[in-house]
């Protein structure tokens, strides 16, 4: 009796290939989009970093740390060409701002949908680093889901770790998908570690540019208070039937806002909001979304007096 013939081995070369012109595809199709970027009249440091167009008007998406508190950059295109650019908007709970360039532009890098990203998808970073202008550098999606602290304190959700190598210069170039579309926008690496490097998703970076445009920087809302994530007595816990071990004890609450007016007071602490547990400080700012703004705001809080329902209508955050 016969034995069956073995399966014929994958063609190693053939399939190393392919992975190499799926990566320069993707890189003819956004590199031409990928610009650096140097801040000019800023009250800190001259520094540079890399971003991409995304409009043919010249829209062009960065990091805010790249751009800081400038008014106007420096952009310089792969093709020698270099024009004058002013910031519109920065968002630093993001690390996002957008940068309209002089003159019209033929490149443009579109963005895709972070949502329907996988782990162990291929990732290509395009950038500036350390002064190697348009360097490329490939890896996978290591993790999705990532949350990482903004130079302001608050939590940056949905950021997309890689191991595509990434260094200084880097940040505000885009992270690329094998289809040639942003996936992300770079952002930071950990100091020491190989292969753990960050991207904002492009995703919030829509969402991010949407705002921009339309207002001008980020809305979200503002209720006036300070606050600490504290373990929640248990009686508190009793009282107010909520199953979180930790809640938020407002410090401070300012004068005439609006946690002020709606009776909230210091020491109080918040349980839920609209019914939704609040088991931290990053919990109560990720709720204090622009949709809340002017709206009735039911939270949930434990006082003094027992548990009560404190109507806050939040304000648009100065």
């Known amino acids: 009796m016969a034995l069956p013939a073995p399966e014929p081995q994958p063609d190693d070369a053939r399939l190393l290939d392919t992975y190499s012109a799926t990566v320069t595809d993707a890189v003819d199709r956004i590199g031409p989009a990928v610009c650096r970027i140097e801040r000019v009249a800023s009250r800190r440091d001259a520094g540079q970093g890399s971003g991409f167009v995304i409009a043919p008007d010249g829209l062009i998406v960065t990091n805010f740390h790249v751009v800081g508190d400038a008014r106007a950059v420096r952009v310089a ?20 701002a957008l940068v309209r360039a002089d003159g019209h532009f033929s490149d443009i890098a579109p963005l895709g949908d972070s949502g329907r990203l996988r782990r162990g998808q291929i990732a290509i970073a395009i950038g500036n680093p350390l002064g190697f202008e348009w360097t490329v550098t490939t890896g996978v999606v290591s993790a999705l889901g990532r949350s990482m602290r903004a130079s302001t304190g608050r939590l940056i959700d949905d950021v997309i770790q890689t191991d595509a190598a990434l260094n200084p210069g880097n940040s505000g170039g885009p992270l690329v998908s094998s289809a040639g579309e942003v996936i992300g926008v ?7 570690a190989q292969g753990i490097a960050f991207a904002v998703a ?3 970076a829509s969402f991010v540019i949407a705002e921009i445009i339309r207002f001008g920087h980020v809305r979200r809302a503002f209720i006036g208070v300070s606050a600490d994530t504290v373990v929640l007595p248990r009686r508190a816990a009793l009282m107010s039937q909520v199953t979180s071990r930790t809640a938020v004890r407002l410090r401070s609450v300012e004068a005439h806002a609006p946690a002020a007016k709606a009776g909230l007071k210091e020491g109080d602490i918040i349980v839920a909001i609209d019914g939704r547990a609040v088991g931290g400080v990053d919990d109560l700012v990720r709720m204090l979304t622009a949709e809340r703004i002017d709206r009735e705001t039911v939270f949930t809080v434990v006082g003094r007096s027992g548990v009560r329902q404190v109507t806050v209508i939040p304000t648009a955050r100065r």
Do not use: F, K, Q, Y
């Open 77 to 96: 295109m792969p093709d020698g060409a270099s024009t004058e650019g002013r910031v519109l908007g920065r968002d630093p709970d993001t690390d996002v």
């Open 186 to 192: 770079n952002t930071a690496m950990i100091r020491g």
């Open 202 to 204: 492009s995703n919030t």
